[in-house]
Each structure stands twice: as C-alpha cells, then as structure tokens.
C-alpha cells in the first residue's frame, strides 16, 4: 500500500457521504469498479473509481488491538446507487481473507452488511 489518501478531516470535507444499502439487487450489480488501495499498516483507506467519474468512493479503516476497524463507507451521490459501497466492502472482505486479518464494522453499513453476508462471519471481531 502507498501512504496516500489518508486524512479524515478531507473526507469531511467533501461530505462524508455514506454508502447506501442497495435499492435492489439490480442496483448492487451494475458497472465495473475499480478498487485502489491506500495507507500503511495503521489505517489505510479503499477508494473505488467508476470509469467516467471524477468521485471516488471510499472505505476507511484504522487498526486496533490487531484488528481492522472500519470506521467509514463514503459513497458520494455521483456514483451512487451503483453498488460502489458494496464493492469496497467486498475488498475488505477479500483482503481480510488472503492476509488473515480481523474486522470490526464500526460503520454501520459495513456491519449491515455482515448481517446480509453470514458466509463472513468467522472474519468478524
């Protein structure tokens, strides 16, 4: 991961918009996403770039006591409705699995989202 792209204060800046559940499953399903990754081994950031769009959906995490905290799903109103929230969850998801880690959804649309998805449950803290 790079160190880029981690301040909180900037994400407050430009709205903290928070990712929205999926309408429908139409809408979870739509158009390729793009998903970056962005920090250090402390807190790092997921950004999700939609080709065509100059707004990048964000996920944020800090690490505590040796677990992923995600603190927040950031989904401005130009991508969303996509299933751009989902997607950054997913690389969480994925990430957690292939390098072992723990997550703690103190986002509330990270933890509804363990709450959709119970094949996860054994990466929740």
């Not at 939609?50 to 990048?56: D, F, H, L, T, W």
Request: aromatic share 6%.
């Amino acid at each position: 991961m790079d160190a880029g792209g981690i301040v909180g204060q900037e994400l407050h800046r430009h709205g903290a918009w928070l990712g929205r559940l999926p309408r429908s499953s139409k809408e979870a399903a739509v158009e390729p996403v793009n998903i970056t990754r962005h920090g250090n081994d402390q807190r790092g950031e997921y950004h999700a770039h939609v080709p065509g769009a100059k707004a990048i959906g964000r996920l944020t995490w800090v690490l505590r006591g040796g677990v992923r905290v995600a603190e927040h799903t950031l989904v401005p109103p130009e991508i969303g409705g996509r299933g751009v929230a989902l997607k950054l969850v997913e690389a969480l998801i994925a990430d957690a699995r292939e390098l072992g880690f723990r997550i703690e959804p103190e986002c509330s649309y990270v933890a509804a989202q363990f709450k959709r998805h119970p094949a996860w449950a054994e990466l929740r803290a």
